[in-house]
């Protein structure tokens, strides 16, 4: 697992929010690589039957990604492999940051990135199927959550996991 820059997007942002996208991913690559998580993936794995191989590499992208139709990715899978985990752009961040506080934030930030490696892990075998890998996300944060050993994840949180 590693934080990934596209170099041609580095000029386009300016110093503040450059240094807002490294701390995001920072969070992001530290929450993923956490001990207890990395235990629960290697337990969903296992339960799913998908194969650790599947999975070529695992990048934390610095900076947002759009589709055509404007809207903002959380994580991508490609049929090589490899998965993205995209942040949440600097202008939602920052409403939410305002509306809930630092702590809410930093507990959204983290379980939206659980959420998206767990997402996108269970597309490598139901990639056609979105309806049932959503539903399985929801399965397997929700446990996740509850698991001893983890932080205490406010039931609000989740719905805004889902949600945005």
Same mark, same amino acid.
């Given at each position: 697992?590693?934080?990934?820059?596209?170099? #041609? %997007?580095?000029?386009?942002?300016?110093?503040?929010?450059?240094?807002?996208?490294? %701390?995001?991913?920072?969070?992001?690559?530290?929450?993923?690589?956490?001990?207890?998580?990395?235990?629960?993936?290697?337990?969903? $794995?296992?339960?799913?039957?998908?194969?650790? +191989?599947?999975?070529?590499? !695992? %990048?934390?992208?610095?900076?947002?990604?759009?589709?055509?139709? #404007?809207? !903002?990715?959380? /994580?991508?899978?490609?049929? %090589? /492999?490899?998965?993205?985990?995209?942040?949440?752009?600097l202008e939602f961040c920052r409403k939410l940051?305002? =509306?809930? /506080?630092? #702590? @809410?934030? $930093?507990?959204?930030?983290?379980?939206?990135?659980r959420a998206t490696l767990i997402h996108e $892990?269970?597309?490598?075998?139901?990639? +056609? +199927?979105?309806?049932? !890998?959503?539903?399985?996300? =929801?399965?397997?944060? @929700?446990?996740?959550?509850?698991?001893?050993?983890?932080?205490?994840?406010? #039931?609000?949180? $989740?719905?805004?996991?889902?949600?945005?």
């Open positions: 697992m590693n934080i990934s820059v596209r170099s #041609e %997007k580095l000029a386009r942002f300016s110093p503040t929010r450059l240094s807002f996208h490294a %701390k995001y991913a920072s969070v992001v690559l530290k929450t993923l690589r956490k001990p207890v998580f990395q235990r629960f993936i290697c337990w969903m $794995l296992i339960r799913e039957r998908i194969r650790e +191989d599947a999975v070529s590499s !695992v %990048k934390v992208m610095a900076f947002p990604f759009r589709k055509d139709n #404007e809207h !903002v990715l959380a /994580g991508r899978c490609s049929s %090589k /492999g490899e998965i993205h985990v995209y942040p949440k752009r940051r305002q =509306k809930c /506080g630092r #702590e @809410k934030f $930093l507990s959204y930030i983290k379980n939206r990135a $892990l269970l597309h490598m075998k139901y990639s +056609d +199927d979105e309806e049932k !890998v959503r539903e399985l996300t =929801k399965k397997y944060l @929700k446990t996740f959550t509850r698991h001893p050993g983890t932080p205490n994840v406010e #039931e609000e949180i $989740l719905k805004m996991v889902f949600k945005h």
